[in-house]
């Protein structure tokens, strides 16, 4: 049984990528607004740079633009700079919230010249809407649908000129035609520890709080590339200095905080590892399948895949083969645990 239950909860999912409404709330505050003050991202930055500023010189709306790649690094942050960078405005929506070609529909038509309109999670889009999107980027044109059946007929509405920013976690899903009426992708990436460390300056600066040198070292080395992972990890660091501390965000601050949320000193919670002590205990180093990886530290499968792996895998912890998870020589390590000598082990 959890000794604290409130504080495992809070725990859980601390180094999830993904936003929840407590980030939502706090990250509206720490969002640059301009790309000026957006950290890292070099290539994508300089690339939107150009596109931004070319289309200001024309006086024109900017090509659409697709930005690539996993959560929590900043892309409905940058669908916001562009907006401003372009003087429009700007209007949300995601993939899952267009149901049918209709809502779409409405959405294209209350449009303004020069908007600019966000779509998150644009693989998700349903068909239709997917089908009706083409025809509006690329021509600026909507047909409506007037009536049902076979009286029903098509009434072509022509759309201001406006600018699509889309954002996906998988480019790989986007039907090709979509994909090429984007004129450009950007693909983002994880950040280094020290664009990292220049975010967690940022966010402390704009919380009013002084972050010091090694602190902000000790977080942003644990929040595996990602700027949201980091802004949440210093919010508990300064609960903790504040409730526990001397109201100082220093080392030992960080050091505590970071010990009683149990993250590790490569980024790893307590689920991250109890996956991993599964798998290399109870599996033997692997094969072993998703679900019954998942079901032996009791979580939901699509957590353990979409919260849990992608992390491991890329630092080199964890391998999917097609047979099924496997640890590799570094998992054991990193846990202190031997590796069974078994020969035929995927990882040998
Ligand atoms: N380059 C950056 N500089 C400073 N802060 C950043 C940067 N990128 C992201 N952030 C901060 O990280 C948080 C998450 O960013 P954002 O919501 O834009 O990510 P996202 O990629 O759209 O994630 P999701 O797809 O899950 O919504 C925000 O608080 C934002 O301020």
Redesign the pocket.
Known sequence: MAEHPEQDKLGEHLLA???DEL?RA??AA???RRLA?????PVVRDQLSLVLDAANARGRTPDHVLLA?P????????AMIIAAEVDGALRLTSGPAVQHAGDLAAILSALQEGDVLFI?EIHRLARPAEEMLYLAMEDFRVDVVVGKGPGATAIPLSLPRFTVVG?T?RSGLLPAPLRDRFGFTAH?DF?STA?LES?LR??ARLLGAELAESAAAEIAKRSRGT??IA?RLLRRVQDWAQVRGTGALDHAAAMAALKVFEVDELGLDRLDRSVMRALCERFNGGPAGLTTLAVAVGEEPETVETVVEPFLVREGLMARTPRGRVATAAAFAHLGLTPPNQSGMLWD
């Not at 003050?37 to 991202?41: D, L």
């Not at 959560?71 to 940058?78: D, H, R």
């Open positions: 990528a993904e936003a980030d706090a990250e720490l969002r640059p003050e957006f950290i890292g991202q790649g959560p929590g690094l900043g892309k409905t942050t940058l998150d954002a976690t983002m950040y664009e975010v940022r966010s700027p949201r802004n």
